[in-house]
């Protein structure tokens, strides 16, 4: 016997005997069979809805990656799910976000206050006038970088001169600004504001790139701290260069500051003790420059000496005296007075006068020498005042004892010259 393809009742087939009850029968009884089953005919229940019972459904699964099924809405920008499905709200709140992010701002405005919104700002400026709130004395081109995210904003500018500086700034919600810092420098390297090492060594190693050794700034366990030479291989200390003790002396291989310190106070000392043993007025608490200009001002400044050689001249007679010009040049000084060792004598050098005879630029500031029987040695001035001097030594006729008169001679042998 046939059946009907969608709820499988008995079909009556020409071959088969006609008997109208029975298989009316038959056809009711398979029809009532498929009634309020699943896969069969659905009854409504008193609620006028189909019982689960009757319905061929599975309950639902959750939607992933490789099946579908139910998702959840989410807000969230941030979030990373593969479950998860995004609002529309989410993707109107990234967009705004990708909307301001770091993106070409176009010129820097005229105050640089007013750039607050995030992204690049171009910097191409001949000059500064008109302009305000930019980092003083930086170069006129470059890119200007601000960063703005919860009230917190960021401007860091960085030149394009040769080499690149980049200078820093803070403020919240485009107020309150802080002062530009400039934070990179023309040794190559950011300056950090404060480092703090902890841990064991507590130490920070400064090297060159393939350089055995480096300085090495080391914190001992007595408190000290050391500036040291360190060799990079195998991290041993290569001697001290220099370090400060608890009671804050600085320290060095040979030396140390509170060494040092009394070292120019007691040469103080001393340097006072010279200068007024020489007619100034200074105590070890004076300074330096007040030594100098106390040395410069004392009575005797600058001298020199040295020797004629027995140069000399000799009178033409028994009755005339003898003049004789001797001169000295090229001293580093102005002479204002000169002391010279002069001999008054006889042809066969018989002496009658050996003296130090003295002048100066000042009239009547000179003097000779007299010896026996009257016979003198004189001097003239020194005029005008050069760096040297030119003077006249004159010899009288020498008057000998029982009326001799032989004939006179006068020489020149030693001379000091003072400022």
């Known amino acids: 016997m046939a059946n009907t393809d969608k709820l499988g009742l008995p079909l009556i087939e020409p071959n088969m005997t006609a008997d109208v009850p029975r298989d009316m029968n038959a056809l009711a009884e398979a029809v009532d069979a498929k009634v309020g089953v699943a896969g069969g005919l659905a009854v ?16 639902p699964v959750d939607a992933s990656l490789t099946q579908k099924g139910i998702v959840q809405l989410s807000e969230a920008t941030n979030s990373t799910s593969n479950t998860m499905a995004a609002t529309p ?5 990234a967009y ?11 010129n ?10 995030s992204g690049n700002y171009n910097v191409a400026l001949s000059s500064w006038t008109g ?3 930019y980092p003083t004395g930086a170069y006129g081109y470059g890119k200007l970088v601000v ?8 401007q860091v500018y960085y030149t394009h001169d040769n080499p690149g500086r980049v200078y820093q700034r803070v403020s919240y919600n485009g107020a309150d600004w802080r002062e530009w810092t400039e934070i990179f420098t023309t040794i190559g390297g950011i300056v950090p504001r404060d480092v703090v090492i902890s841990g064991t060594e507590k130490a920070l190693v400064i090297k060159n790139n393939g350089a055995p050794s480096g300085i090495r700034f080391q914190a001992g ?11 990079l291989t195998t991290g041993q200390t290569m001697g001290n260069l220099i370090w400060v003790g608890l009671d804050g002396n600085l320290s060095w291989p040979g030396g140390d500051l509170n060494g040092l310190k009394q070292s120019v106070v007691d040469g103080k000392g001393v340097i006072a003790g010279a200068i007024n043993g020489k007619g100034g007025n200074v105590t070890a608490s004076n300074t330096f420059a007040e030594y100098a200009a106390a040395i410069t001002n004392l009575p005797v400044k600058r001298f020199a000496n040295g020797t004629f050689n027995g140069q000399s001249a000799q009178a033409t007679s028994t009755v005339n005296g003898i003049d004789m010009n001797v001169s000295v040049n090229g001293l580093p000084f102005i002479v204002r007075r000169i002391f010279i060792r002069v001999i008054l004598s006889d042809a066969v050098n018989s002496r009658e006068i050996d003296a130090i005879v003295m002048t100066s630029n000042v009239f009547n500031d000179n003097a000779g020498a007299k010896g026996w029987r009257n016979n003198s040695v004189g001097i003239g001035y020194l005029e005008p005042p050069i760096q ?13 004892y029982a009326g001799g008169s032989p004939i006179a001679k006068i020489s020149a042998y030693e001379w000091w010259a003072y400022e």
């Not at 960063?147 to 960021?154: E, I, K």
């Open 44 to 59: 409504l229940g008193a609620d006028g809805k189909v019982p689960a019972d009757q319905l061929n459904v599975k309950d």
């Open 89 to 93: 709200k989410a993707v109107k709140a």
């Open 96 to 106: 705004d976000l990708a909307n301001n992010a770091y993106r070409d701002r176009g």
């Open 108 to 117: 820097v405005p005229l105050n640089w206050n007013d750039a607050i919104l």
């Open 131 to 133: 302009y305000s709130n």
């Open 147 to 154: 960063d703005y995210n919860g009230g917190a904003c960021v």
């Open 221 to 231: 366990a007595d408190g000290a701290f050391y500036l040291q030479k360190a060799n």
């Open 388 to 400: 040297g001097f030119n003077v006249k030594l004159s010899g009288s006729r020498i008057d000998a």
